[in-house]
């Protein structure tokens, strides 16, 4: 019964629907425990204000039901971010540190507390449930640092001091 309704709350989270589909019990059950975790400690936290810009800083709705069930809100004026998360389909970590440095504005909020993150969740990678729920535990321990690690940092995602 409680697998049920794990399995249940799982398919309410509509853009993991496909990836989740063939997948055996255990892993649906296994990823659904990922999840519960995320969705456990955040319920006694703070949404965190995220700005998810590309190179041009331009703003991106892309990863914003990930950033979402990690404990995030989308914002969408990028003076009011807490987070900045610059993201571009394609970009290496080594090119985003080329790039962003120049895109960068002294007086963002984010900037001033050294809160840019840049993601590369996507080179020579594909879309499976696993790296799903792998990028939202990754927004979680981005955007609520010391309250959650699972070790990508460094090889998916970096923080960026200005």
Same mark, same amino acid.
């Given at each position: 019964?409680?697998?049920?309704?794990?399995? &249940?709350? /799982?398919?309410?989270? @509509?853009? =993991?629907?496909?990836?989740?589909? !063939?997948?055996?019990?255990?892993?649906?059950?296994?990823? $659904?425990?990922?999840?519960? &975790?995320?969705?456990? *400690?955040? *319920?006694?936290?703070?949404?965190?204000?995220?700005? =998810?810009?590309?190179?041009?800083?331009?703003?991106?709705?892309? =990863?914003?039901?990930?950033?979402? /069930?990690? %404990? !995030?809100?989308?914002?969408?004026?990028?003076?009011?971010?807490?987070?900045?998360?610059?993201? $571009?389909? %394609? *970009?290496?970590?080594?090119?985003?540190?080329?790039?962003?440095? !120049?895109?960068?504005?002294?007086?963002?909020?984010?900037?001033?507390?050294?809160?840019?993150?840049?993601?590369?969740?996507? #080179?020579?990678?594909?879309?499976?449930?696993?790296?799903? #729920? @792998? /990028?939202?535990?990754?927004?979680?321990?981005?955007?609520?640092? !010391?309250?959650?690690?699972? %070790?990508?940092? %460094?090889?998916?995602? &970096?923080?960026?001091?200005?």
């Amino acid at each position: 019964m409680l697998f049920l309704h794990k399995l &249940i709350n /799982l398919m309410q989270m @509509s853009f =993991l629907n496909d990836l989740f589909i !063939g997948l055996d019990a255990a892993k649906l059950e296994d990823l $659904q425990d990922r999840l519960d &975790i995320v969705e456990h *400690k955040i *319920k006694f936290m703070d949404k965190m204000p995220v700005a =998810l810009l590309d190179v041009n800083n331009n703003p991106s709705y892309f =990863l914003s039901e990930e950033i979402a /069930l990690a %404990g !995030g809100m989308i914002e969408s004026d990028v003076f009011n971010a807490a987070f900045i998360i610059y993201y $571009q389909p %394609g *970009k290496t970590l080594t090119e985003l540190m080329r790039e962003v440095p !120049g895109m960068l504005n002294p007086d963002w909020q984010a900037v001033k507390n050294n809160r840019i993150i840049l993601l590369n969740d996507d #080179v020579n990678r594909s879309v499976t449930a696993d790296n799903a #729920v @792998s /990028l939202i535990e990754d927004m979680a321990e981005m955007i609520h640092p !010391g309250s959650f690690i699972f %070790g990508c940092e %460094g090889d998916k995602w &970096i923080r960026f001091g200005a």
